[in-house]
């Protein structure tokens, strides 16, 4: 599957609250396309969500290096 597909299922996911989900969405589109910095910063507002903030920060560090 396409990275582009995974991303857009993860942000319908997002959109319904479902953070988890969209996260391993997420997670499983950096498995195609790790040098995509719209994903970390997407997995980045999915763990905040999801309270886990030092793995928030460490998928935002990502996106401006």
């Known amino acids: 599957?396409?990275?582009?597909?995974?991303?857009?299922?993860?942000?319908?996911?997002?959109k319904q609250n479902k953070y988890a989900q969209a996260k391993a969405k997420f997670t499983d589109a950096l498995e195609v396309d790790g040098e995509n910095a719209i994903l970390y910063a997407n997995r980045?507002?999915?763990n905040y969500a999801l309270q886990r903030y030092?793995?928030?920060?460490?998928?935002?560090?990502?996106v401006i290096t």
């Open 54 to 62: 030092e793995d928030a920060i460490s998928d935002a560090r990502k």
């Open 44 to 46: 980045s507002a999915c």
């Open 1 to 14: 599957m396409s990275s582009e597909t995974l991303r857009e299922e993860g942000k319908e996911y997002f």
